[in-house]
Each structure stands twice: as structure tokens, then as C-alpha cells.
């Protein structure tokens, strides 16, 4: 799977958002099988690392740098095509191997959850319009993604549907 340089700073976000999200959840008192959530959570951790060494490599020719965007509590900059002007010669992607593509799906799902439970429980009103785009960015991001996963996901072995509806 690939991850287009419109894209990437976007994808790099819900990874992020996603992990969030499970650190909630493990918080909860009422989550059940524990111990299945806590794998999961250290399979995202690690996939963020590598999601985040791969960006780093590439940051130079994808035109933001991981800095500019990557700690902000509403990442706007790295929405589609925000503060990317440097035109591009060839599309520059952040390749995402087989196994690691359905973890892209899932952390897209899970950041879209995360930020929409945001807006429900904490976000201030000055925040509101900045979360609502970045969710509808998102939520590009996971039509980009499905497509992506779809011409894999015969070598992959999970159908979408799995992903995106049971865990």
C-alpha cells in the first residue's frame, strides 16, 4: 500500500489519533478482554514508529515537515493539500507493507472515532470548526485508504469488511 504525498501527513496523524484512542479505552472500566486491547494498542505503538521513521525520510521531498504538524492538538496542516505548495516532480509515498495495511485501515476507523468523541466530550467552541475539517479530512483518508487496501487485500487475507466492522 502507498500512502501519496497528499496524504502522508494526514495518515501519519490518525496513526497518532489512533493510539490515542486505545489509550483510552484502556483506561475504561468497563473494557473487556484487557489483554487483547493491550496488544493491540503496542501493535499500533509500533506501527507508528515505523510509520513516523519512514515520514522522517521522506519529509523533505513530501514538502511538511513532521514538526510543523505532528503535535498540534488539531493538526490542520496536515490535512490535504495545507501548506503544501512545493510542487512535485513524481508523487513521493510512504510505502506501508501488507501486514501494516490493515493497521493503516483500522487506525484511520479508530482516529475518525477518537476525533469524533472529541468533539462530543472537550472540544471548545474556538476548536469546533478546526475539528469538524480535520474529521472530514479523515474521513477522505479512509475512502483513499479502502481503495488502497482493496487492491491488496487478496494478498493481505482480511476482507475490508472485517477491518472496518469487527475486530
Known amino acids: 500500500m502507498k500512502i501519496g504525498n497528499n496524504f502522508a501527513p494526514l495518515a501519519l496523524c490518525a496513526v497518532r489519533d489512533a493510539v490515542l484512542y486505545h489509550e483510552r479505552l484502556l483506561q475504561s472500566e468497563t473494557l473487556r478482554n484487557r489483554s487483547d486491547y493491550e496488544e493491540y494498542a503496542v501493535d499500533l505503538s509500533v506501527f507508528l ?38 510542487p512535485h516532480a513524481a508523487e513521493v509515498a510512504i510505502e506501508i507493507s501488507d501486514p501494516y495495511a490493515l493497521l493503516m485501515v483500522s487506525s484511520v476507523r479508530d482516529a475518525i472515532l477518537y476525533r469524533e468523541s472529541l468533539l462530543r466530550d472537550e472540544t471548545s467552541q474556538e476548536n469546533l470548526r478546526e475539528e469538524k475539517e480535520y474529521l472530514a479530512h479523515l474521513t477522505e483518508l479512509l475512502e483513499y485508504v479502502k481503495v488502497e487496501y482493496k487492491k491488496i487485500e487478496s494478498k493481505v487475507g482480511v476482507p475490508l469488511e472485517k477491518i472496518l466492522h469487527l475486530r
Open 49 to 86: 514508529d515505523e510509520i513516523t521513521h519512514r515520514y522522517k525520510k521522506l519529509e523533505a521531498s513530501l514538502g511538511l515537515l513532521l514538526s510543523d504538524f505532528f503535535e498540534s492538538d488539531v493538526p490542520v496542516l496536515a490535512c490535504r493539500g495545507k501548506g503544501n505548495d512545493k
